[in-house]
């Protein structure tokens, strides 16, 4: 399995495929759901990036031999640690757990792997308060805002 930077768009895009493919396939309101998600940009995702991640996150699995697509994504507890160990910003998993819930929730079923891997999300990475999620979101806002007013003035 390919490995990605630290709390990258890509890291993050992997997360959401796993999401999407736990019980797998990709439903059509999953893909629908994904693409008009605010949570996307705050990200930094497209969906034609997390479209390139989902092909190379099936092939990885195909190629893998500790890895078995058997109606659904299976994949080592190792393996599992290391995808999500990529995602240290508490912000970021907050925001890929709410895209995560939503994604699953998109088809109007709850594939019991999906249910599982939302329980490992929650379990791996400890959640932060409402408050305090809100306050990081609009303080990285203010600082977007205050580099980009830097460029235009420079």
């Known amino acids: 399995m390919r490995s990605y930077p630290a709390n990258s768009p890509n890291a993050s895009a992997r997360i959401l495929a796993i999401a999407m493919l736990i019980d797998g396939h990709a439903d059509l309101s999953e893909i629908q759901a994904l693409q008009r998600h605010p949570a996307l940009l705050d990200l930094g995702l497209t969906a034609r990036q997390v479209d390139q991640i989902i092909n190379e996150l099936c092939h990885d699995l195909m190629i893998s031999a500790n890895h078995e697509w058997n109606m659904t994504v299976r994949m080592t507890p190792s393996t ?38 939302i329980d490992h999300l929650q379990h791996h990475w400890q959640p932060i308060p409402a408050w305090q999620l809100a306050a990081r979101t609009a303080l990285r806002a203010a600082n977007t805002l205050r580099q980009a007013s830097a460029k235009q003035r420079a």
Do not use: K, Y
């Not at 160990?85 to 999906?114: K, M, R, S």
């Open 80 to 117: 599992q640690q290391q995808i999500l160990a990529e995602i240290t910003d508490p912000v970021q998993q907050a925001h890929l757990l709410a895209l995560c819930e939503d994604l699953i929730a998109a088809d109007g079923q709850q594939h019991p792997a999906e249910s599982v891997f």
